[in-house]
C-alpha cells in the first residue's frame, strides 16, 4: 500500500505530486508558517508552493521600489527635491478604468458621406475611408473618424483627402 504524503503548510492529504522542501527561502517560509523545524520527510503542495512564490514575487517589487527610492534621495543633483519613502511605498496609486478624451467624431454612416452629407445613390457611389484619410484628418483637424465612414470617391485623391475636404469635416 502507498504511503499518504500531507502538505506540512495546510495538512492536505493525498498529493499528486509530491515536492520536497529544498530551497533555503522556502525552508524558512515553511517555518515562519508552522512554528516548528522542518524533517526530511515533509512535503508541501502546489497551492502552499504558490502562495509562497506570490509573497515572493511582493516582498521582490517592495525592495525595488525602496532601493529605487533610496538611490532618488541619495543623489545630490536636486538637494531642494525631497521624498518621504515611507509615504511613498504606503500610498497605492490606482489607474482609472476608463480616460475619458474629448475628441471629436464623426457620424458612422454607410449612407451618407461624411465630408459633403450627399446620400448613397448609383449615381453617387460611396467608398469606405481608408486609414490614411482618417489618420491626415485626426492629424489636421483633431477629428476622429471611424474604420466603417464612407464619403464620396471624388473627395480622395490616392488613398488621401483633397485640399478642401478635411476642412469641411465636422
Same mark, same amino acid.
Given at each position: 500500500?502507498?504511503?499518504?504524503?500531507?502538505?506540512?503548510? &495546510?495538512?492536505?492529504?493525498?498529493?499528486? /505530486? =509530491?515536492?520536497?522542501?529544498?530551497?533555503?527561502?522556502?525552508? +524558512?517560509?515553511?517555518?515562519?508558517?508552522? $512554528?516548528?523545524?522542518?524533517?526530511?520527510?515533509? *512535503?508541501?503542495?502546489?497551492? &502552499?508552493?504558490?502562495?509562497?512564490?506570490?509573497?515572493?514575487?511582493? @516582498?521582490?517589487? %517592495? !525592495?525595488? @521600489?525602496?532601493?529605487?527610492?533610496? $538611490?532618488?534621495?541619495?543623489?545630490?543633483?536636486?538637494?531642494?527635491?525631497?521624498?518621504?519613502? %515611507? %509615504?511613498? @511605498? /504606503?500610498?497605492?496609486?490606482?489607474? #482609472?478604468? +476608463?480616460?475619458?478624451?474629448?475628441?471629436?467624431?464623426?457620424?458612422?454612416?454607410? =449612407?451618407?458621406?461624411? *465630408?459633403?452629407?450627399? $446620400?448613397?445613390?448609383?449615381?453617387?457611389?460611396?467608398?469606405? @475611408? #481608408?486609414? !490614411?484619410?482618417?489618420? +491626415?484628418?485626426?492629424?489636421?483637424?483633431?477629428?476622429?473618424?471611424?474604420?466603417?465612414?464612407? &464619403? &464620396?470617391?471624388?473627395?480622395?485623391?490616392? !488613398?488621401?483627402?483633397?485640399?478642401?475636404? #478635411?476642412? /469641411?469635416?465636422?
Amino acid at each position: 500500500m502507498a504511503k499518504d504524503f500531507k502538505c506540512v503548510v &495546510c495538512g492536505r492529504c493525498h498529493l499528486k /505530486s =509530491r515536492r520536497k522542501i529544498t530551497t533555503k527561502a522556502l525552508k +524558512q517560509f515553511v517555518r515562519k508558517r508552522i $512554528e516548528r523545524n522542518l524533517e526530511e520527510n515533509d *512535503v508541501i503542495c502546489e497551492k &502552499c508552493r504558490s502562495i509562497y512564490r506570490k509573497t515572493l514575487k511582493k @516582498v521582490n517589487n %517592495e !525592495q525595488k @521600489v525602496s532601493n529605487c527610492l533610496s $538611490e532618488c534621495i541619495t543623489d545630490d543633483s536636486d538637494s531642494e527635491f525631497v521624498i518621504n519613502t %515611507e %509615504e511613498a @511605498v /504606503s500610498t497605492k496609486i490606482l489607474s #482609472p478604468k +476608463q480616460i475619458e478624451l474629448n475628441i471629436s467624431s464623426t457620424h458612422t454612416s454607410h =449612407r451618407f458621406c461624411i *465630408v459633403c452629407k450627399k $446620400e448613397g445613390t448609383s449615381r453617387n457611389k460611396l467608398c469606405k @475611408v #481608408p486609414l !490614411q484619410a482618417r489618420t +491626415q484628418a485626426f492629424i489636421k483637424n483633431a477629428v476622429f473618424i471611424d474604420g466603417n465612414t464612407r &464619403c &464620396c470617391k471624388h473627395h480622395l485623391s490616392e !488613398q488621401l483627402f483633397d485640399d478642401t475636404s #478635411p476642412s /469641411s469635416i465636422n
